[in-house]
């Protein structure tokens, strides 16, 4: 509530989860490429496998600050003074259900057979194109919370 009822306080939360997505893409864009992936090796239980990453996943998502700071820098945008309760929480809602759903989607693609090779081969173009989306998505949020001052 702090944060909605002080514009000043808002902005400065909506810029800095916009540089911090940027951060985040240029991060990705510029890390060290990992290893090949040759130690990984294909799930043996397609069930257990499964359970294993719903769990793990859940886990990430809830125990992860990262992931809390992620959601903040990209929703404050959508944060607006006038929200009632029920806005509120159909925002956090909308929030939970992409961070499950992304889980479940990586999950389901993961344990698919033959995913993993071919993730691997294609690593380089999917974390460039991922950073730059990312470094995208955060300068096109900068932009949108300085010209939404003017």
């Known amino acids: 509530k702090v944060v909605v009822s002080t514009p000043a306080i808002l902005m400065v939360a909506q810029l800095f989860g916009a540089c911090l997505v940027s951060y985040i893409g240029f991060r990705i864009i510029s890390g060290k490429p990992g290893p090949s992936g040759s130690n990984i090796s294909p799930p043996t ?13 859940f886990l990430i998502s809830i125990l992860n600050p990262k992931i809390a700071i992620f959601f903040l820098a990209i929703f404050s945008h959508f944060v607006e003074q006038h929200m009632g309760w ?4 159909l925002l956090s809602i909308t929030a939970a259900s992409i961070d499950a759903g992304w889980y479940v989607a990586v999950t389901l693609t993961l344990t698919t057979a033959g995913m993993i090779p071919l993730l691997q081969i294609h690593n380089s173009a999917i974390t460039k194109t991922s950073g730059t989306l990312l470094i995208l998505i955060g300068l096109y949020l900068f932009w949108s919370t300085i010209l939404s001052t003017l």
Do not use: D, F, N, Y
Request: aromatic share 0%; net charge neutral.
């Open 45 to 57: 239980s397609p069930s257990k496998t499964l359970i294993q990453g719903a769990v793990e996943g």
């Open 86 to 89: 029920m806005a509120t929480g």
